[in-house]
């Protein structure tokens, strides 16, 4: 990756789902050290602070079924706003949640710049419920159908009118467990998954080299990268509040970012769900900053 003044916006929401403490996931990112490591790399860093979150109860909201609703509003769109500005100043923002439902403001304030935006979902899920389709109402589980289009028009809307990314932009990386619902939308809309599967049989160099070479046939004017820390196996990464085996491996995972790195295609990032409070000594957040080395291009000599 180019040399980039990079503006780090936290994001210390944990109301998009049900476990607390993924607030702190911005501080113990920043704790593990990512400034350092990507003023390092040769980077020039901007800690753009904390985007405000309303502190609140956990509710459920009765009208639509979904927990938290107004708090989560609220967040993405300052959040939006915050990431469109950042884009605007030319920076590349990386934004550190928090949990998944960040991505719905990131994405809206992306959709300001790019009109054709590719997206890049490293996770376990492929987080496209909807309200009629959610287990549990978690918001959390939402941002992908969301930012498609589908879902509550407050969520939809969010910063600006519509459908932020297109479905055929989007590649799901390492998923491993998808919903009923889910797996319907994904067909439907033909969104393109490689899920631990394909990863077992063919090999994250393959897998990565076909994911970039779907989205350059996209004609994508930009690449975002949505990592959530449970697409790695939770052996590496314990300190996430929905872990599902068989995951990613941590040399997998540095792979597929020093092959994002060498595309040169990445236009910003957010890496999500790191609960200090289920961790081990800061691991999962250690592992969020030594893929950020990779990503950012980090080299072993």
Known sequence: MNKETISI???PLDLG????GVNMG?????YAGAVARLEAIGHEVIDEGDIDVDVTELVEDNNSGLKNLDEVI?????????VEE????????????GDHSIAIGTLAGLAKKYNNLGVIWYDAHADMNTAET?????????????????????????????????PENIVIIGARSVDPGERLLIKEKGVKVFSMHEIDRYG???????????????????????????????LYTPGVGTPVPGGISYRESHLAMEMLDAAGVITSVEFVEVNPILDEKNKTADVAVGLMGSLFGETLI
């Open 86 to 97: 950042v884009v605007d100043s030319g920076n590349f923002p990386l934004v550190l949640g």
């Open 17 to 20: 789902q049900s476990r607390r």
């Open 204 to 234: 994250m160099s393959a897998v990565m080299d076909e994911a970039l070479a779907y989205l350059r046939s996209k004609e994508v004017d930009g690449v975002h990268l949505s990592l959530d820390l449970d697409g790695l196996d939770p």
């Open 26 to 30: 911005p501080s113990a990112i920043r």
């Open 9 to 11: 916006i936290g994001v």
């Open 134 to 166: 959610s287990p549990s109402g978690n918001i959390h589980g939402m941002p992908l159908a969301v930012s498609m289009g589908l879902g509550h028009s407050s969520l939809v809307n969010l910063h600006s009118e519509g459908q932020k990314v297109k």
């Open 74 to 82: 609220k967040a993405n769109k300052r959040l939006a706003q915050k």
